[in-house]
């Protein structure tokens, strides 16, 4: 089981790099879009930890947490100050399904029982993290003055069945996981439940957790930052004057249909996310069409990205208040690439996708603007790390050369760029079949794969797709 994170502080959805709360990344000003996106991609069950509450001793985003219930439906374990009954009780009372309690029951664990018979074994948690052997108290600020096994024997007795186990070493790194520090308790303490956090970076970090024992995994930063574990497909409308368009390299374009109509099926088939790019804003110097977006935003109920013309600050505040859930910009960043770094200290870096738009020139790859219309100087590869260091959250890289030719995706391409970057690459240009998506993602150079008319004309459906890429083995939502 897999349980996304929302740690939040000063009211904003953070990640911190190893519990220093110096060193933290804001990703959505209001933590309750981001339980809502969550919501969207299919899970029921979050883990929300109140960063300012650890850090000063009594919950200080309980306003916060109260939304995220109402507006999303969803259950919440919930941790961050909780060090006295009248702060636990009220959580526990406003809601929330667990409430997760570390210091006070590593200090006191006297209350536990207590607890236990008001509100019954299964909403508490406890948890435990740890730092080279020791147990982090008070938000990971000081060490504890008992050893985890101690520990673990004590609240045994008391009839504690559910622990969070965290390897603050690993937190926020997404380097991979140490089976081992969890292996140790799972076997020493099989009547407990071992819930595992901190450094989760691939499906295979759960497979291994899995197989060690562990109950469920907490997973923040990669959530975040794009890669959800699983590949995506992603349905692409191409729209010009209102229409949704496909041609070969951005040239000859034909009708392909009503964009709000299109975005509905393909969110009823089971496409991961949507995206949307007005071609031509670019080139024609105009906005993105907000009211359309507005339309589609309203019918469909999974991520969205839009791109197209977008310049500016206020011209992505624009779109993400008619109903995107990201902007993808191109020729916007090349002409400033300090967009990039504005857009993503006021939006959150997962709101912000780099576009980049490549052509082969000679042997190397170059940067084109304006709709693939002008090629720059640009090194495709040197930007792509570039746009990376600057904050944005994923690269929608599209390859020119291979855009609605139906030759397959540009693997060299993609696997040139996959190398020099950690955050997720979305691959664009060239899918023709579904062996096209098969060997892309068997390639493992992208983290989805985009593409538009072999969905618009009905050449591929998305549950056939999704059919052969589970029998191949590929890690992809069903």
């Known amino acids: 089981m897999i349980i996304p994170a929302i740690d939040i502080m000063d009211g904003k959805s ?3 790099k190893c519990g220093d709360f110096s060193k933290r990344t804001t990703y959505m000003q ?33 306003q916060t947490v109260s939304r995220i219930i109402a507006e999303t439906g969803l259950k ?61 108290i008070k938000g990971w600020q000081e060490k504890a003055d008992k050893t985890p096994e101690n520990f673990l024997k ?49 499906w295979q970090d759960v497979k291994r957790l899995e197989e060690v024992g562990v109950s469920a995994t907490i997973m923040g930063s990669i959530f975040y930052e794009g890669s959800l574990l699983t590949k995506r497909i992603i349905p692409c409308l191409d729209v010009k004057d209102g229409r949704t368009v496909k041609g070969v390299n951005f040239l000859n374009l034909r009708d392909a249909g009503d964009p709000v109509e299109l975005a509905k099926l ?17 080139t024609d110097r105009r906005k993105t069409i907000v009211d359309l977006v507005q339309k ?80 720059t100087s640009l090194d495709a590869i040197e930007w792509a790390k570039e746009v990376e260091e600057r904050g944005a959250g994923e690269i929608l890289l599209n390859s020119m050369d291979r855009d609605g030719t139906k030759l397959g995706f540009d693997i060299e391409l993609l696997r040139a760029v996959k190398n020099v970057v950690k955050i997720p690459v979305i691959a664009s240009g060239g899918a023709g079949t579904i062996e096209d998506f098969v060997e892309l993602l068997k390639a493992d150079v992208a983290d989805a794969a985009l593409a538009a008319s072999v969905f618009h004309f009905g050449e591929i459906r998305i549950p056939e797709l999704k059919k052969v890429l589970l029998s191949n083995y590929l890690m992809i939502r069903p």
Not at 95 to 122: F, M, S, W
Not at 187 to 197: D, G, M, V, Y
Not at 324 to 353: E, R, W, Y
Request: glycine share 10%.
């Open 14 to 16: 953070v990640r911190l």
């Open 30 to 62: 209001d933590p309750v879009k981001m339980a809502q996106l969550f919501k969207r991609m299919g899970y029921k069950y979050i883990h929300v930890i109140d960063l300012d509450g650890a850090k000063e001793g009594s919950p200080k985003n309980i």
């Open 76 to 136: 919440i374990q919930f941790g961050g100050g909780l060090r006295n009954i009248k702060d636990i009780e009220k959580m526990l009372d406003l809601g929330v399904d667990r409430v997760i309690l570390g210091t006070v029951a590593i200090n006191n664990p006297k209350i536990l029982p207590q607890l236990i018979k008001k509100y019954g074994i299964e909403r508490i948690v406890v948890a435990m993290d740890i730092q080279n052997g020791e147990i982090a």
């Open 154 to 202: 004590e609240i045994s007795k008391i009839g504690i069945k559910i622990v969070l186990l965290t390897d603050i070493t690993k937190d926020g790194l997404k380097d991979g996981v140490d089976a081992d520090v969890y292996r140790k308790f799972v076997n020493e303490f099989p009547n407990i439940k071992f819930l595992a956090a901190g450094g989760i970076r691939t």
């Open 266 to 282: 393909y969110s009823k088939q089971g496409a991961d996310e949507l995206c949307f790019l007005d071609i031509t804003a670019s």
């Open 296 to 375: 589609v935003a309203k019918e469909i109920d999974i991520p969205f990205t839009v791109g197209g013309g977008i310049n500016t600050i206020e011209d992505i505040s624009a779109v993400l208040m008619a109903g995107a859930d990201k902007v993808s910009i191109s020729s916007g960043i090349v002409k400033n690439p300090d967009l990039i770094n504005k857009a993503t200290k006021a939006f959150g870096s997962q709101c912000i996708v780099a576009s980049l738009d490549v052509k082969k020139v000679g042997t190397s790859w170059k940067i084109t603007i304006k709709g693939g219309r002008e090629i």
